[in-house]
C-alpha cells in the first residue's frame, strides 16, 4: 500500500511533511477559487497577495510529485531528497520574487483613505481584512513547510544500509547513546593493542 506515492514502510516525520506541503498547496488552491467566485470590494489586491502563493504552490506540487515517484521506485536516498527540497526552496524564493514584482506591478495603488488613530495593517493603499490576512498566513505557513521539509532532509537515515528508501530510523541524534566515557571504555576493550 502507498501513501501519496510514498511506500506503505515510509517515514512517519517524511508522510507528515507531505501532508502538511499537499495541505498548503491545498489551502493556495480554496484561496484562489474564493478569490474568484466571493465579491469584493479590492479583488486584484487579494489576487496580487496570492501571486507569490499560487508560483509557489505549482513548483513545490511539481517538485512533490518528481519526489514521490523517485520513492515508490526505491530510488530517494538522502542526497536526492536533499536535491530536491533545496530544490524547492530555491524554486519558491525565486517565485516569491516574480510574485512580489507581479503584485507591484500589476496592483494599482489603493485609495488610502487611513484615518488618523485607525488601527489596522495597511498595504499598498488598502486596508488588509480578515480573508487577506489569511492569505498573509498562509504564505507564511508555506515557508514554515519548507524550512521543514529541508531540516527533515539533513536528519534521514544515512546511507548505512544501501538506498535509503525512507524506511529506517531517522539519523540517531544521541538521545540514547552511550556517554562519552562509557563509549570510549568500550572501544579499549575492542582494542588488542591498548595496554592498562
Sequence with gaps: MTFLGLPADASPRLKGVHYAQLGIVSLTMLATFLAAV????????????????????????????????????????????????????????????????????????????????????????YKVNKYQGWILWLDIFSWLTLWASLFYSCCMTSNRQGA?????????LGVDAPNDEEYARRLQAQDPNWQS
Design 38 to 125: 466571493v465579491p469584493q470590494k479590492h479583488k486584484i489586491f487579494t489576487f496580487g497577495l496570492l501571486y507569490s502563493s499560487i508560483l509557489t504552490a505549482i513548483s513545490t506540487t511539481v517538485i512533490l510529485r518528481r519526489e514521490q515517484q523517485s520513492a515508490a521506485k526505491g530510488l530517494l536516498i538522502k542526497n536526492k531528497y536533499m536535491k530536491y527540497q533545496f530544490l524547492k526552496f530555491g524554486a519558491a524564493i525565486g517565485l516569491h520574487i516574480v510574485g512580489f514584482i507581479m503584485f507591484v506591478a500589476i496592483t494599482p495603488l489603493g485609495p488610502d483613505n487611513q484615518k488618523r488613530g485607525e488601527q489596522g495593517l495597511w498595504m499598498h493603499g
Design 164 to 172: 535509503i528508501a525512507l524506511a529506517g530510523d531517522e539519523a540517531d
